[in-house]
């Protein structure tokens, strides 16, 4: 006979998403994480760039992003020992066509300064001054720690007693009494409460419980690995990007990360590089710097799933009792999950959400798609 397993909250998906809410009600509900995969963060949340921008996506990105910095930066320590931010600072560059948009960023951002391009090359050596026409700084830019969040996430929650399911795919679902009975291929579940957290696959799995599926949009995205530059330590490079998305360059280690900002439309997958992508990404940043790419160590690719607006959605769906979204985290899931992991059970545990983020509700809402 098939094993039924009870619970309040049955999480589907195991990313940054998933389980930053399934720490957030650990406690006070009895919680279970379904993840198709082996193991846990193995699609986006494993792949990203690892930075946190305030600067970073619309408006309300940004009141998300202000939302999420007091908890990287008064981390608690008994669950992250290590600081989950580390300073890079970002610096961004215009060729001939983009000194426009960098002054407009310098007058929109916070916190972002102009810099002479003598300024900018003593930063990052290898940008090419005949190329280089404008650009701008901004101090507050970090590294996130990825697997540090998520493993300390993850590590609350078992503590709390929330179960962790790996290759366990959701595959059907029925809304009975009241209460949703949700078939993978090896268990069934009951739950009051189903929180879609599947990142690509969250428009497919809406489609299992009969909810309309919002228009997300998986966007594949490139980075390769390429050598630091003969003769340079890259160590203190900040984050170098071009003012209109045509690459940027993340330090890491003694290498450079290197993506074309590549974001091409596809249907939800295991994510892997598109090698021309890359070798047109590759050429555009080579216009910008003085150095040729000659070896490229590795790469990869992964998915950034957008809603049509460009804003995640999180909340209860308004035609399917108990079917919660919290998909469509774009470029941005990392940085904004301490803020959407805490409104989601606010809002799951119908509590008060932080005054802070009250004003950013309805907008995050699946209702503003109706
Ligand atoms: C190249 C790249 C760079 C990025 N850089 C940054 C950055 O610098 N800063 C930032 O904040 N964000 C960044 N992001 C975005 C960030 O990585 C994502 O927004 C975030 O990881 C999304 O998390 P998630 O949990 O929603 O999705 P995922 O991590 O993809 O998790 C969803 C999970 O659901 C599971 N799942 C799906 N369907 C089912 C099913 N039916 N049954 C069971 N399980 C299922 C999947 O297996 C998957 O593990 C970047 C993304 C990419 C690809």
């Not at 426009?100 to 972002?112: H, I, K």
């Not at 599947?198 to 497919?204: F, I, K, L, Y």
Request: proline share 6%; aromatic share 8%.
């Amino acid at each position: 006979m098939t094993e039924i397993v009870e619970t309040d909250v049955l999480v589907i998906g195991a990313g940054i998403a998933g389980v930053g809410v399934a720490a957030a009600l650990a406690g006070t509900h009895k919680v279970a994480i379904l993840e198709r995969e082996t193991q846990p963060g193995y699609h986006s949340t494993g792949r990203s760039a690892a930075i946190f921008l305030p600067n970073y996506g619309n408006d309300v990105i940004r009141g998300l992003n202000k939302a999420s910095a007091p908890f990287f930066q008064q981390r608690d320590v008994g669950l992250f020992p290590d600081p989950l931010l580390n300073p890079r600072g970002s610096l961004t560059v215009a060729g001939e066509d983009g000194v426009e948009a960098c002054e407009d960023f310098v007058r929109n951002g916070l916190g972002v300064e102009a810099i002479d391009i003598d300024r900018a090359i003593g930063m990052v050596p290898i940008l090419n001054r005949d190329h280089i026409k404008a650009a701008c700084y901004q101090a507050d830019a970090w590294d996130i720690d990825v697997n540090a969040l998520h493993q300390g996430w993850l590590r609350k929650a078992t503590a709390l007693g929330v179960e962790l399911y790996t290759k366990c795919e959701v595959v059907g679902a029925k809304h009975i009494a009241g209460e949703w009975q949700v078939e993978t291929d090896v268990r069934t579940f009951r739950a009051t409460t189903v929180v879609n957290a599947s990142g690509a696959w969250a428009d497919v799995t809406a489609g299992l419980f009969g909810a309309r599926p919002l228009g997300l949009t998986p966007m594949r995205r490139s980075i390769a690995v390429l050598p630091a530059p003969d003769g340079h330590d890259t160590r203190g490079w900040p984050l170098v990007d071009d003012v209109h998305e045509a690459w940027y360059i993340k330090p890491d280690g003694g290498r450079m990360f290197v993506s074309p900002c590549d974001e091409t439309p596809v249907e939800p997958h295991d994510a892997f590089v598109d090698d021309m992508i890359l070798a047109e990404g590759l050429y555009r940043f080579e216009q910008a710097v003085t150095i040729p790419v000659t070896r490229v160590e590795s790469s990869w690719a992964g998915l950034r799933t957008f809603a049509p607006d460009r804003t995640p959605v999180a909340g209860f769906d308004s035609e399917v009792d108990g079917f919660f979204w919290l998909a469509g985290q774009g470029g941005y899931g990392i940085q904004t999950s301490p803020a959407l992991s805490a409104l989601s059970a606010a809002l799951i545990g119908r509590q008060d959400p932080e005054r802070a983020v009250e004003p950013l509700l309805a907008k995050l809402s699946p209702a503003r798609f109706d």
